[in-house]
Each structure stands twice: as C-alpha cells, then as structure tokens.
C-alpha cells in the first residue's frame, strides 16, 4: 500500500488503536458539545448539540460513533444520552 502525502502523518489502524485506546477514551457534556478526549486530555473528536435535534440525526449519531474501532459502544450510549437529557432533547 503507498502512502498518500496530504500534509499530515498518515497511522496505520494498529497506530490509531495504540494511539487511542478505548479504555483511556473520556467524554465531557458542555452546553454545545460533546466531546472526547485521549489520555493526554486532548480533544479528539466532538458532536455539535445542533446536530442532534431530530430522532433520525441521533440515530445517525448512535451508528456513526459505533463504527469507530476506539468506542465501546455501550459506554457511548450512555454517555450520549446523558448528553441529550442535559440538552433537553431526549424523549
């Protein structure tokens, strides 16, 4: 496989897993996001609360996030929906 030069480090998915390990994975709800953070409590990705506002974009939510080899998605469920009840959009 040839690397692709697109101004970044390219990780291989082993890299990525021991780059980011799910165990060492946090969430914090603020008022507009939901964010995680790695163990050296650096952003790593982040869902916008307007992003959420209909059952179907959280549904999408739910099954974009399990996709990803760093989540357990149980954990992400949880943490998700307490994130909506504090927005008030969970029903």
């Known amino acids: 496989m040839n690397e692709v030069d697109k101004g970044y480090d390219a990780l291989s ?10 165990d060492e994975v946090t969430w914090k709800i ?5 964010s995680a953070y790695d163990q050296r409590k650096r952003e790593i990705y ?3 609360r307007d992003t ?3 059952r179907d974009d959280q549904f999408d939510w739910f099954a974009h996030m399990c996709e990803k080899v760093w989540i357990y998605p149980y ?5 998700f929906i307490k994130a909506l009840k504090e927005w008030g959009l969970y029903e």
């Open 13 to 22: 998915l082993g890299d990525f897993m021991d780059k980011y390990k799910r």
């Open 30 to 34: 603020t008022k507009k996001y939901l």
């Open 46 to 48: 982040s869902i916008r």
């Open 52 to 54: 959420c506002t209909t």
């Open 75 to 79: 954990v992400f469920k949880n943490v």
